[in-house]
């Protein structure tokens, strides 16, 4: 295959025999999965499935995973979590700007805030933000770095439900204009419908499930129904 090709064709994620145990305990027991560059998968999985285990690895975060097999992604990775991490004792601008180096990056970082509607809060301090501006500077810090690949872990798990909806549409939007490969950890399975091209169950450090989500609304009740089954949850009362 010629360079140019096969680059095209790589997929930006590609884990084999991904392994990784705590005390003798397998969480990860030899995951394979490819994530082509530009799709969003959403991860789902039981509390303590080993969702956060995964995210790290691919993250480059945790140095013993690997074993005997095979972890690639890109270089220019962003994390976002379930906390904004921002530095208390730094404008949410300097926040944005952490580690970024050269003329035009304080521009970029403007720009980043604009982009998810923190326009004119550059030198409020963190604690001047609410939860879900919060979160919308960790994205703004995360898209700044112009990532291939962007992990986030639980990012709206903390968030009311209206603005969790709203943190939906702008990380959809923010998607569709930069497009980078995203892998979301969810515990909500409608977030999972509703943002991802593709939904992958977390089971017995496997990937059970493994399903590609049409973008018609109509569907999503099946898709529902089959994840819940998936994930071993019957609701009673919906
Ligand atoms: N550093 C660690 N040392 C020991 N055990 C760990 C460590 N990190 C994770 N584990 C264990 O690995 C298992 C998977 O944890 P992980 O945080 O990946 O699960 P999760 O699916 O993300 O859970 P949750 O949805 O509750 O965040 C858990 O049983 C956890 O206790």
């Given at each position: 295959m010629a360079p140019h090709t096969e680059q095209l064709t790589r997929p930006a994620v590609r884990l084999r025999g991904l392994t990784r145990s705590f005390d003798g305990r397998v969480v990860l027991d030899g995951i394979d999965l490819d994530i082509p560059a530009g799709q969003f998968v959403a991860l789902l999985g039981h509390s303590g499935s080993g969702k956060s285990t995964l995210l790290r690895a691919v993250a480059g975060?945790?140095?013993?995973?690997v074993g005997g097999g095979e972890l690639i992604a890109p270089e220019r990775v962003s994390v976002v979590f379930q906390d904004s991490r921002l530095l208390p004792w730094r404008r949410v601008l300097d926040n944005v700007l952490l580690g970024l180096d050269g003329e035009d990056a304080a521009g970029r970082g403007r720009e980043a805030l604009a982009e998810v509607?923190?326009?004119?809060?550059?030198?409020?301090?963190?604690?001047?933000?609410s939860g879900g501006e919060q979160q919308r500077a960790a994205l703004a810090r995360s898209l700044v770095r112009e990532p291939e690949l962007l992990l986030a872990d639980e990012?709206?798990?903390?968030?009311d439900a209206l603005t969790r909806i709203k943190m939906h549409n702008l990380l959809r939007e923010l998607w569709e204009r930069h497009r980078p490969s995203v892998l979301l950890v969810t515990h909500d399975v409608d977030e999972a419908i509703v943002l991802a091209d593709r939904v992958l169950v977390l089971e017995e450090g496997r990937i059970g499930v493994d399903l590609a989500i049409e973008r018609d609304a109509r569907a999503r009740g099946e898709y529902r129904g089959r994840l819940l089954a998936a994930l071993g949850v019957t609701e009673d009362v919906r």
């Amino acid at each position: 295959m010629a360079p140019h090709t096969e680059q095209l064709t790589r997929p930006a994620v590609r884990l084999r025999g991904l392994t990784r145990s705590f005390d003798g305990r397998v969480v990860l027991d030899g995951i394979d999965l490819d994530i082509p560059a530009g799709q969003f998968v959403a991860l789902l999985g039981h509390s303590g499935s080993g969702k956060s285990t995964l995210l790290r690895a691919v993250a480059g975060l945790d140095h013993e995973v690997v074993g005997g097999g095979e972890l690639i992604a890109p270089e220019r990775v962003s994390v976002v979590f379930q906390d904004s991490r921002l530095l208390p004792w730094r404008r949410v601008l300097d926040n944005v700007l952490l580690g970024l180096d050269g003329e035009d990056a304080a521009g970029r970082g403007r720009e980043a805030l604009a982009e998810v509607g923190l326009a004119g809060r550059e030198r409020a301090w963190p604690s001047e933000l609410s939860g879900g501006e919060q979160q919308r500077a960790a994205l703004a810090r995360s898209l700044v770095r112009e990532p291939e690949l962007l992990l986030a872990d639980e990012p709206f798990g903390a968030l009311d439900a209206l603005t969790r909806i709203k943190m939906h549409n702008l990380l959809r939007e923010l998607w569709e204009r930069h497009r980078p490969s995203v892998l979301l950890v969810t515990h909500d399975v409608d977030e999972a419908i509703v943002l991802a091209d593709r939904v992958l169950v977390l089971e017995e450090g496997r990937i059970g499930v493994d399903l590609a989500i049409e973008r018609d609304a109509r569907a999503r009740g099946e898709y529902r129904g089959r994840l819940l089954a998936a994930l071993g949850v019957t609701e009673d009362v919906r």
